[in-house]
């Protein structure tokens, strides 16, 4: 069954701490995405990748990192520098960066 | 780069009318407009997408409407159900560039 798999489903940080979100997908998608989503508001992008190994920062990059090693897994991390982290974090993906995005579950995240 | 603007932000309706949400967009080499429904706590979910050499699409309930020379494009939901309350997405791209997303409409249908 084909999809796009976001983990944890719910993750905590502590003061100072780094975390890594999941993302992974099986649809030979080339493009992949990072989404911040607060309560009872849009979608603002936080990284897209065109293509293994390339990535491009978006609108609220800062205090976030990924990595493209592979097509099929763009991990995000929420670094200690991301001072109000507490978010619903979406992942997406499409066949090209024109595409119809297909989305994760999401990972939710919130500060101990 | 594109932007699209979204209305209404809100909307509420009682079961069984009709709901328009309607999109614009800057950029006219864009081709390509998917409506996406959010479901509370959960991930979007494509619904229906028309692209530039259309003026209308139609599933079921649902319909999107494009007019290209003023650059809007809209969502008509009929005979809305509760089950259609939602936050409701537009978009727009073109090749090589990704989804430009709307501010999202946060659709209540009152039984």
């Known amino acids: 069954d084909g999809g796009i798999t976001q983990s944890p489903k719910y993750l905590f940080r502590k003061e100072g701490q780094n975390v890594t979100l999941s993302c992974e997908q099986n649809l030979n998608h080339d493009a992949m995405y990072w989404y911040r989503q607060d309560p009872g508001q849009g979608l603002r992008l936080i990284y897209y990748s065109q293509i293994v190994n390339d990535f491009q920062k978006g609108d609220i990059a800062e205090g976030y990192s990924v990595s493209r090693e592979k097509k099929e897994s763009f991990p995000l991390t929420v670094t200690s520098a991301q001072k109000n982290p507490t978010a619903f974090y979406l992942c997406a993906s499409s066949i090209d960066l024109g595409g119809s995005q297909h989305f994760g579950d999401g990972t939710r995240l919130s500060i101990l | 780069g594109e932007n699209v603007e979204q209305h209404p932000s809100t909307l509420s309706v009682q079961e069984g009318d009709s709901a328009v949400i309607k999109c614009t967009y800057s950029?006219?080499?864009?081709?390509?407009f998917p409506w996406y429904k959010q479901e509370l706590g959960k991930r979007p979910q494509l619904i229906i997408d028309i692209r530039s050499n259309v003026g209308e699409k139609k599933d079921q309930r649902i319909a999107v409407t494009l007019n290209k020379t003023a650059k809007h494009f809209s969502l008509h939901i009929t005979e809305t159900q509760p089950e259609d309350s939602a936050v409701y997405f537009c978009a727009a791209s073109n090749a090589g560039n990704m989804l430009t997303f709307g501010g999202g409409t946060r659709l209540m249908v009152k039984p």
């Open positions: 950029d006219s080499a864009s081709n390509y």
